[in-house]
């Protein structure tokens, strides 16, 4: 029985998953270089490969972690949701201490030598293992009253806090507040509270724009406000806030339909500032047009819906949350990324997941990939031992 297990584990192993993941991890390093190599030459001493080289490290580590939780038992990280809660915790309060790393005028990472982490990152995968376990726990009538919502919300809303005021990293703050409402949504689709919380969420954003538009908050009470001036009308702002969103946007509009050609930016060369971050996506428009821009966004669309077919496929409820709440996370930051780069939102600072320059967010997203083709596994092997069962009575 335990090499038909096997067989049956390898039979159903998601290659196409792996593929694409594979294929945008690729993509991702040739963009790295490309929207890198001038601004890293002149940074570090001609090293044209400096960013290649160390997202390179990181995709390789990653790749390893994700084999690791590949094959690692799922079921395990149930018993381990609380201290996985409080690993996250503590590695944000370890900013607090020498290992906390600043730069560009924030002190968002631990340095441990050579070795940067984000913890934002790092909580992100915790609250999803920690709310995923917390509501499998709980029956269909708790998770649709007030504990459904608030026992899985006060510990995030302790982190989201953290985050923000020890990190001053608003954005990953509301990421990690949003994956566990949409979570309980999906979970229990009765509970109002997560809706009402969802709802006003986005009233409050609405509210705060209007706010500021008419005058009655002024932009200057914060940088953030500022970045919502610079939104609403980028040329206003081209020497400040706005600089960013519209020389993306330039670089957007002058890739065309076919782009420019790879390494043909012109936005790369001191004009889009940190084009290998969070402003990536306007630097693949511009080389590879908008049908280069449409095809990554394709391709995400693909990964999801492989992601969302093991939702589909596996019966343990613990299970479909751990994918859901990773489901959550990749199209939250794909969607927010594209709305900013494109205007559509204020910038936010969120990461292209698995193409953005950024040994973290890499690590962490390929650790959450690996659960999920874990997952896919178990989930189609014990379809099919079911249906070997019916067959056999």
Known sequence: MENKQERINKRY???????????????????VYSTSSYSASLDFDGDSLYYLKRQLISVAVGIVVMAFTAVFPYGVYKKLAGPAYLFGLVSILLILTPLGYTANGARRWLRFGSLSIQPAEICKLCIIIFVASLLSKM????????????????????????????????SSALIIGLIPIIMIIVSEKKNMWAKIALTSFFAVCVFAVLLVVSGHLPASLSFRLERIQAWLNPEAYADGKGMQVLQSLYGIGSGGIWGKGLGKSMQKLGFLPEAQNDMIFSIICEELGVVGGLSVIMTFVLLLWRIRDVTVHTKDYFANLLVSGVFIHIALQVMLNIAVVTNVLPNTGISLPLISYGGSSVIFLLAEIGIVMNIGMHAKFAEDAQDETQRTD
């Open 139 to 170: 029956g269909p009538k708790v998770r649709a009253g007030w504990k459904g919502f608030w026992f899985p919300m006060i510990p995030t809303g302790i982190i989201c806090a953290l985050i923000y005021f020890l990190t001053d990293n608003l």
């Open 13 to 31: 192993f998601d290659f196409s998953l792996l593929f694409i993941v594979l294929f945008l991890l690729a993509f991702g390093l040739v963009m």
